[in-house]
C-alpha cells in the first residue's frame, strides 16, 4: 500500500462536502490512504457504538451480488444485501451471510511461505519481497509458452491484470473455471444460444414475468447461475404477474430439490431424456392450440413418455396448461444438460421457448447483457478445455503454473488426474487465502486477502437486465500479513522493468481498478455520473458498483429453428451400475463453503443432514437392497468408489441415487478436513458435444459395508417419513 497519511491532511487535501462525506462512509478513490484501524486503536472520526457502512462485493461465488456490511470499531459485524445491486437487490443466500465466517477463520493463511517438499505442510515463512523476487525470477527465467494461469469462475479485476499480464509476456490467456460451471453445465447452455441465436451468451430467463415456468434440472432456487436473482424472480411470479394470477412452477428432474419442493409439480423423467420430454410437450401444445406442428417437435408422444417415464396423461395435462398460458417460459440447466446429449437437450428446450413465441418478451427468454468492460474474452473454459492443460502438465509442457481462485484437486474429478500431473509441473505458485487441498500441494503459498479486506470490481454475467459491474472495498484493515494479489504482480511488473512494466505502470492496484473503470465515466446511461475519473470511482465505491439504468437484455433471434429437424441422440452411460448416480452441489455450501462452521451447521433444505455427505436412496429401493436409515454404503464406479451413510429420501426415482457436492475435504481447516465424501472422485470422464464434462451420465454400483454412522439432522430420528421398519 502506499504510505498512509493522517485524516487531517486528507481532507486538506480533497476538500469538503462530497470528499468528507466519502471518507465517513469508507468511499472516494483518495480512501486508501487512510488506514482503517483495528478497534484498539480508533481513528477519531470512528465513535464507541455507532456503525460505519461499506458497499462491496459478494466473492462467495461468482453471480456478483452486492453486500453492504456493518463494521463497529475497526470490526466486520453483519452483512446484508446492497439494495442498489440490480443482481439481488437488498438480498442474500446463506453464502453470502456466512462471509463473515471466512474473514473471522482461525484456519487462514498469515502469510507468505514455502515448503521444500509438497503435501508435508511444513510451512516456512517467507518476506514479501522474497516472494515478488521468487516470481520475477521465474516470470523471466521461464518460457512463457510454459506458463499457466488458472484462475476461479469470477470475471474480476485480477482476470483482467493477469490477462494484460500473459499477453505482456507472451504466455497463455489465464483459464478460468470452477465445479460450480461444471455442475451448471454453463458452458453448454452458452453453446446452444450461439447454435440457435448466433451469440455464444447465457440466456435469461425471465421468471418475475412468467404465467408458466418449466425447468428442466436448472435449481435456480440452491446454486444455478444466479440463485438470488431467480429467487426474487420466482417470489414475483408467486406473487402474480401482470395478469394478476399467481404463476405456475413445474420442475423435471430425477430427485426432488430445493427448487422442485418448492414447485407445484414435480416430474421425475428419467435422466437423459429432458430433451425428448420437452419435444413431446412442444408437439402436444401444437395440437392443442391448432398448430401445424413444427418438425423440430416430429416425435412419437407415447414413445417420449414410456421413454422418459412421464405418463402420457401428464403430459397431455401439462400441454393444457401451456396452450392457454399467455406467457410461458423452459429452462434447461443443470443435470439435463449434463449428458451424453445434453447440447442437443438445451437446444431442444430453447426451440420450445421459441415455438411459445416467448424469446425477446416479458416473461420470456433473453439474452444476458454484455458486462461493462468486456473487451476480452470472459467465458470461463470447458472441463475439455482443463483437460487439455492437464495434458500439458502430463507431458512437461508446463513448467510453472499460478493458481487463484479455485481449488482444483478439491474440484475437478479425480478421474482427470489433475493431482497427478501436478506432480510433473516443477513450480507451483497459489495464492489461496486458505489451506485448501491445491495450497498444499504448491510450492509458495502467497496469500491473498479476503473478499472484505479487498478492493476489485466484478462484470455481472447474468441475472439482472441491467449491465452491471459489482465494486468491491475493504471494509476492514487486513488481519493478517496478506496481500493482495493484484499489488504482488504490479510489484513483480516493476522489477521485471521493461514491457512488462511499461503495460503495467500502476501504483497499486486502485489505481489500476481506477485506470479500467475510467472507460465508464462517460456513459450517460449509468446508475451515476460523474465528470471525471475520481468523482466517477468515489461514487462507484458508495453504491457498490455501476450499472445502466436501461434494460441490456439481448433479443435472441430464429428464423429457421421449428422448420429445421431436431435429432436427440439417446443417452450414454458410462459404468455398467445399475443405478443412474446424480451429483449435486449442496444448496448452503456450494463448492468452497465447508470451512465455515454456519454453513455446516445450516441443515440441508431437504433432508436437513448437517455436518456430513449422505447418500439418497429411495426407500423401496432401499428395502430390496436391505438397506436402512444411516447404513454406510459404497458407490462404486470404474473411476473410484467413495464412503457415505444412508439418507432414505422418498422424493427420488428408485433407479437413481443422489450424493450433494461441498464435503469430503482432505485439507481446507479444521471444519472441513476429514469430513464427509466428495462425489467428484467417482466421476467419469466422458464429454458432451460442447465439452462440458457429462457429470450426470454415470451409472453406479451401491454396496454394503456392514457399517453405520449416524447423521445429524435437524429433524427427529423417526423423520418425517417414519421408521425403516415401516418401509
Request: proline share 6%; hydrophobic share 40%; net charge negative.
Amino acid at each position: 500500500m502506499t504510505d498512509k497519511i493522517s485524516r487531517r491532511d486528507f481532507l486538506k487535501m480533497a476538500g469538503v462536502g462530497a470528499a468528507t462525506t466519502a471518507v465517513l462512509t469508507g468511499c472516494g478513490p483518495a480512501a486508501r490512504y487512510v488506514e482503517r484501524e483495528p478497534y484498539t486503536t480508533m481513528p477519531e472520526y470512528t465513535y464507541s457504538g455507532r456503525s460505519t457502512y461499506y458497499a462491496t462485493a459478494c466473492r462467495e461465488c461468482a453471480a456478483g451480488c452486492g453486500l453492504v456490511a456493518r463494521t463497529m470499531q475497526g470490526r466486520a459485524l453483519k452483512v446484508e444485501g446492497n439494495r442498489n445491486n440490480p443482481v439481488n437487490l437488498g438480498k442474500t443466500c446463506p453464502r453470502g451471510q456466512a462471509t463473515l465466517h471466512g474473514l473471522y477463520n482461525p484456519d487462514r493463511v498469515h502469510g507468505p511461505v514455502s515448503q521444500k517438499k509438497r503435501g508435508s505442510r511444513d510451512f516456512k515463512s517467507l518476506e514479501w519481497e522474497a516472494a515478488i523476487d521468487m516470481i520475477v525470477d521465474t516470470l523471466k527465467k521461464t518460457d512463457p509458452g510454459e506458463i499457466a494461469f488458472l484462475m476461479g469462475l469470477a470475471p474480476d479485476h485480477l482476470f483482467d491484470l493477469v490477462s494484460d499480464l500473459a499477453a505482456a509476456i507472451g504466455a497463455p490467456a489465464p483459464l478460468r473455471f470452477g465445479a460450480l460451471a461444471m455442475f451448471e453445465a454453463r458452458g453448454t447452455l452458452s453453446q446452444a444460444a450461439k447454435n440457435l441465436f448466433g451469440e455464444l451468451a447465457l440466456p435469461f430467463f425471465d421468471i418475475a414475468n412468467t404465467e408458466v415456468t418449466l425447468s428442466f434440472g436448472a435449481n435456480f432456487l440452491e446454486t444455478w447461475l444466479s440463485p438470488v436473482s431467480y429467487t426474487r424472480g420466482y417470489s414475483k411470479m408467486r406473487k402474480g404477474n401482470t395478469n394478476g394470477g399467481r404463476g405456475y412452477l413445474v420442475q423435471f428432474e430425477a430427485r426432488m430439490s430445493q427448487t422442485a419442493a418448492a414447485a407445484d409439480e414435480w416430474i421425475p423423467a428419467r435422466p437423459g431424456t429432458e430433451g425428448l420430454v420437452a419435444q413431446a410437450l412442444g408437439k402436444l401444445v401444437a395440437e392443442q392450440r391448432g398448430d401445424i406442428i413444427p418438425h423440430a417437435f416430429d416425435v412419437d408422444v407415447a414413445k417420449a413418455a414410456e421413454t422418459s417415464g412421464v405418463a402420457e396423461e401428464t403430459l397431455r395435462n401439462l400441454a393444457g396448461l401451456v396452450a392457454v398460458a399467455g406467457r410461458t417460459v423452459a429452462i434447461p440447466g443443470g443435470a439435463a444438460l449434463g449428458q451424453s446429449n445434453g447440447l442437443e437437450t438445451a437446444e431442444a428446450i430453447l426451440t420450445l421457448n421459441i415455438y411459445l413465441g416467448n424469446t425477446g418478451q416479458p416473461g420470456g427468454v433473453y439474452l444476458s447483457p454484455v458486462a461493462p468492460l468486456s473487451e476480452k474474452d470472459h467465458n470461463p473454459a470447458s472441463v475439455f478445455g482443463i483437460a487439455a492443460l492437464v495434458e500439458r502438465m502430463e507431458s512437461g509442457k508446463i513448467k510453472t503454473l499460478f493458481v487463484h481462485g479455485i481449488n482444483p484437486v478439491f474440484e475437478f474429478p479425480k478421474s482427470l488426474g489433475f493431482e497427478q500431473a501436478l506432480t510433473g509441473v516443477p513450480q507451483v505458485i497459489s495464492f489461496a487465502t486458505f489451506p485448501d487441498e491445491t495450497a498444499v500441494l504448491a510450492d509458495y503459498l502467497l496469500p491473498d486477502h479476503h473478499g472484505l479486506e479487498s478492493w476489485g470490481y466484478q462484470r455481472v454475467v447474468t441475472g439482472t437486465g441491467n449491465a452491471a459491474i459489482s465494486g468491491a472495498q475493504p471494509v476492514v484493515v487486513p488481519y493478517y500479513d496478506t496481500r493482495s494479489t493484484v499489488d504482488i504482480l504490479l510489484a513483480a511488473a516493476e522489477k521485471m522493468g521493461g514491457k512488462v512494466a511499461s503495460v503495467l505502470s500502476f501504483a497499486d492496484e486502485v489505481e489500476f481498478i481506477q485506470s479500467k473503470l475510467a472507460d465508464l465515466v462517460e456513459e450517460s446511461d449509468g446508475f451515476f455520473s460523474a465528470p471525471e475519473v475520481n468523482t466517477f470511482l468515489a461514487s462507484f465505491q458508495q453504491f457498490g458498483g455501476w450499472w445502466k439504468t436501461t434494460d441490456s437484455l439481448g433479443v435472441p433471434e430464429n428464423d429457421d429453428a421449428l422448420t429445421r429437424t431436431l435429432k436427440i441422440p439417446a443417452a450414454e452411460f458410462e459404468g455398467k451400475g445399475e443405478f443412474h448416480f446424480l451429483p449435486f452441489v449442496s444448496p448452503i455450501l456450494g463448492e468452497a463453503g465447508a470451512n465455515k462452521p454456519w454453513l455446516q451447521e445450516v441443515p440441508d433444505p431437504t433432508t436437513t443432514v448437517t455436518w456430513n455427505t449422505w447418500v439418497e436412496i429411495n426407500p423401496v429401493t432401499a428395502r430390496e437392497l436391505d438397506i436402512k436409515d444411516d447404513d454406510i454404503v459404497r458407490i462404486v464406479t470404474e473411476s473410484g468408489s467413495i464412503e457415505a451413510a444412508v439418507y432414505l429420501y422418498p422424493a427420488i426415482r428408485p433407479d437413481t441415487v443422489a450424493v450433494p457436492f461441498g464435503q469430503g475435504h482432505t485439507a481446507y481447516g479444521r471444519y472441513a478436513q476429514g469430513r464427509g465424501a466428495n462425489p467428484a472422485d467417482v466421476l467419469g470422464l466422458n464429454f458432451n458435444a460442447a465439452g462440458d464434462l457429462s457429470y450426470a451420465a454415470m451409472k453406479v454400483r451401491v454396496e454394503k459395508t456392514g457399517k453405520k454412522h449416524t447423521l445429524a439432522r435437524l429433524e427427529s430420528r423417526m423423520g418425517v417419513y417414519g421408521l425403516d421398519e415401516e418401509y
